[in-house]
């Protein structure tokens, strides 16, 4: 087991990384306010993860409370939301009672928001069980639904008591999954951490075949990065917002196509091809560069082109970015592989030339 610790103050936590964690209780008990929790999951991790998870609580005392919502992003809303908060109520959940989120990222986002406004802040820990959710969403806090004119609209940061990464629920992950997952593990590469990228480029091949060395040292770097770009800007004022590469693109992907047509990942691939286009067209990023990130996706075997919408449906979506400042765009762009930046000065007809050149 790795142990890496998101540094900020006396609410700093830990993200323990290994394969066979998900029993390991004694991870979990230093953050328990009362013998009781509420595991939130969904349809398709129940059958798998719930009961063997429930089992080990129950096994030093912890009586669990069960809550299983329905799977994908398009459930990802207020409905979805009011079956936590109907489950914790009726079950008489105390504001010390933890609720544990146990899935991928739709989960750890309900899961976190749930947790942040019942009886005004309960404890949570996250479990991720995808690939996307162990290297980027459950790390950092920030937890929403989305809304149907943008993603992650409604939300609120509220960090987690601990993050448990168990590789082993990787084994279970569908194949597109996890490919979806590995965009978020490039973004990491592309905005801080060049040498991860070249890391990335060598490795592909063991990540898709789930080498469990390769997904492991993919993992913790990924969140090493986050980690210290959290600690460093928690609630996305500055640094942070680098994480958003490829993410004012591929959130106007995933609301304009309905959320759930494409995963998530698949959306922030193209989004990352476009971005690159736009730094490019920037004169920040040289043409073998752009070739680099779009190669990789594509080995990967994410989308490397956006669907296609018209780029006045994209400006229109992208307006409403959470990165927007003043009325006007903000871009994260690439200095060089490695480096990133944002942008506010970004001219609207650079941007329709990227549309044009990389949407289907």
Same mark, same amino acid.
């Given at each position: ?183 978020? /593990?490039?973004?990491? !590469? ?7 990228? +070249?890391?990335? *480029?060598?490795? #592909?091949?063991? &990540? $898709? ?10 993992? /913790?770097?990924?969140? !090493? ?7 460093? +800007?928690?609630? *996305?004022?500055? #640094?942070?917002? &680098? $994480? ?33 286009? $736009? ?82």
């Amino acid at each position: 087991m790795r142990t890496l610790s998101v540094a900020l103050g006396d609410r700093s936590y830990p993200i323990h990384v290994g394969s066979g964690l998900l029993g390991e209780t004694g991870l979990i008990a230093p953050f328990l306010s009362q013998k009781r929790v509420a595991i939130v999951t969904n349809t398709t991790i129940a059958p798998i993860y719930l009961e063997p998870l429930a089992a080990a609580f129950k096994s030093t005392g912890v009586d669990v409370v069960r809550i299983v919502l329905p799977d994908g992003e398009e459930h990802k809303n207020w409905q979805t939301l009011n079956l936590i908060f109907d489950a914790l109520i009726e079950h008489r959940c105390e504001r010390r009672t933890t609720l544990i989120a146990l899935g991928g990222g739709v989960i750890g986002d309900m899961t976190g928001f749930a947790a942040a406004t019942y009886q005004r802040g309960a404890p949570f820990i996250q479990i991720p069980t995808t690939l996307l959710a162990q290297v980027d969403s459950s790390v950092g806090g920030k937890t929403a639904i989305n809304h149907p004119l943008g993603k992650n609209m409604i939300g609120a940061f509220y960090q987690p008591r601990a993050v448990i990464a168990d590789l082993a629920t990787l084994n279970t992950l569908p194949e597109r999954e996890l490919k979806a997952g590995l965009a978020e /593990v490039v973004k990491h !590469g592309l905005i801080r951490d060049a040498q991860f990228f +070249d890391w990335l *480029e060598a490795n #592909v091949d063991g &990540l $898709l075949a789930r080498d469990p060395v390769a997904l492991e040292h993919a993992v /913790v770097r990924c969140c !090493g990065i986050k980690a210290e770009v959290v600690a460093l +800007d928690e609630r *996305e004022e500055d #640094v942070r917002a &680098l $994480l958003n590469f490829g993410h004012t693109f591929g959130h106007a992907i995933e609301a304009g196509l309905g959320f759930g047509t494409w995963l998530h990942g698949e959306a922030i691939a193209a989004g990352m091809v476009m971005a690159a286009d $736009l730094s490019r067209r920037l004169g920040m990023l040289g043409s073998d560069a752009v070739a680099r990130v779009e190669h990789l996706l594509a080995k990967i075997g994410l989308p490397v082109v956006g669907p296609a919408m018209i780029p006045d449906r994209y400006l229109e979506l992208m307006s409403v970015d959470k990165k927007a400042r003043d009325g006007a765009l903000r871009f994260i762009v690439l200095d060089r592989i490695g480096a990133a930046s944002v942008r506010g000065d970004v001219p609207l007809a650079v941007v329709r030339e990227t549309l044009h050149h990389c949407v289907a």
